[in-house]
């Protein structure tokens, strides 16, 4: 059976998702907001390598950039922010349709994980330091998370 990852595209499919997500997300006038302080020049690279990993794609993302407690630490401490994240699903939805991806079970399957990954970013949302080290990125397949 195709992997997710297959299934979306691989690396030049999911290059193309987090570049219309993170079009979408700079244009939504609450979600912009996360990315006030900056971004790193090969963001959407990066991103793309993290969900690639992620839906069962090469470890691209480990091998380059870092662990789940390193993006999970980036993305915490900022207190809650329940509209925002509620903003950057529906950002990804629309990324989805404007790469052509709206076909079942393969655009619920994304959106799902989506909404997973960005509940799972929240979690610490008091403080970064609480992020528990070593953490390994978590893998998704058309049945949900892997354990």
């Known amino acids: 059976m195709q992997s997710v990852y297959e299934a979306a595209g691989g690396s030049e499919g999911l290059l193309r998702l987090a ?52 993006v999970v630490r980036t993305h915490s401490g900022n207190g809650p922010h329940e509209e925002m994240d509620r903003r950057a699903i529906a950002c990804f939805d629309q990324a989805l349709r404007d790469v052509g991806i709206g076909a079942e079970p393969l655009r619920q399957v994304l959106h799902d994980y989506f909404a997973w990954a960005t509940a799972t970013m929240a979690q610490y949302h008091e403080s970064a330091d609480d992020v528990p080290d070593g953490l390994g990125i978590p893998r998704w397949s058309w049945d949900g998370p892997k354990s």
Do not use: C, I, K
């Open 19 to 70: 570049e219309a997500w993170h079009s979408r997300v700079m244009a939504d006038e609450v979600v912009s907001h996360a990315f006030s302080h900056g971004f790193h020049p090969r963001h959407n690279e990066r991103l793309a390598a993290y969900w690639g990993e992620a839906l069962g794609g090469p470890t691209a993302y480990s091998d380059a950039y870092g662990d789940e407690t390193s």
